[in-house]
């Protein structure tokens, strides 16, 4: 059984030492975004395909017999490209995403918005000190509404574009705990957190400070654009569908 892993989350991290384990032949697919990416077990290839059309050449190159989408909730051009290239192979399509936080507690009391421009807007009218957590690549939407704003902002790798003056820019991929989000938020006087509906575990301490110390948070809702692709929330389920293909 050959399958592509598209990565660049813990969940394909977890989900390539069972298919190795179990072996299955298996090559995970970094899109070389970071600087020193955590490396899954396993064969590795890093860089785009090169769009839909590439991706199906590589495909039927190394042929491969399904894919599994475990890249995150917010890469959603290449969860795009992997519907359409296996549709139109005809190649088996796993979607293993991390359940999101609608659910979690407090949520209802957050402020969901359709995009980062939406975050960017509200953040300007909620607070003086945001703490932007949304990632490097959306940084743009925010550059003019927070222009003048002393944001505190958090990226694993430096920020692509010029940030306004009065940005705090810090470089940190966690993970993170509870105290230590807490004594960041305290610290720097944080009033509003801006984020993505990421989902899990991994970046949940931010959500349970900023809760406990009565910070508004503003939450980047997903897309949907996976919706229809048969989906499990763990790497165990996408391991036992993988044994189900076979
Ligand atoms: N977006 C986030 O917040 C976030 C956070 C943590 C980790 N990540 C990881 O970082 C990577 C890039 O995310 P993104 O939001 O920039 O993606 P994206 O906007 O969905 O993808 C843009 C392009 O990057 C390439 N690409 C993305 N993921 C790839 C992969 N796993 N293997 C090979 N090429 C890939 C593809 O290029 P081609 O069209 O040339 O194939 C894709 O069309 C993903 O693997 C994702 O899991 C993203």
């Known amino acids: 059984m050959r399958v592509l892993l598209l990565g660049g989350t813990s969940e394909a991290r977890e989900l390539a030492v069972l298919l190795v384990e179990a072996g299955v032949d298996v090559v995970s697919s970094l899109a070389g975004r970071v600087e020193r990416p955590r490396l899954p077990a396993g064969p590795v290839r890093i860089g785009g395909f090169g769009g ?11 042929r491969m017999d399904a894919v599994v989408d475990a890249t995150h909730p917010f890469a959603e051009g290449m969860s795009a490209n992997a ?18 936080w609608s659910d979690a507690p407090g949520a209802d009391g957050w402020t969901w918005v359709d995009d980062h421009a939406a975050a960017a807007a509200t953040a300007a009218s909620s607070g003086q000190r945001p703490f932007l957590t949304v990632g490097r690549q959306p940084l743009e939407h925010f550059v003019s509404p927070l222009a003048a704003v002393r944001a505190v902002v958090r990226v694993v790798d430096p920020p692509e574009i010029e940030v306004p003056s009065p940005w705090e820019v810090y470089l940190d991929r966690g993970p993170y705990d509870l105290a230590g989000e807490l004594s960041m938020m305290a610290e720097h006087g944080i009033d509003v957190l801006v984020t993505k509906d990421s989902g899990g575990r991994y970046t949940w301490p931010k959500m349970a400070a900023a809760d406990q110390l009565g910070v508004p948070i503003v939450v980047v809702r997903r897309s949907g654009a996976t919706d229809g692709v048969e989906t499990v929330p763990d790497a165990a389920a996408a391991a036992a569908w993988v044994r189900r293909q076979g």
């Open 52 to 62: 839909v059309s590439g991706l199906s050449d590589w495909l039927v190159s190394h």
């Open 83 to 100: 519907l359409a290239a296996c549709s139109s192979l005809g190649l088996p399509l796993l979607r293993l995403a991390r359940p999101g």
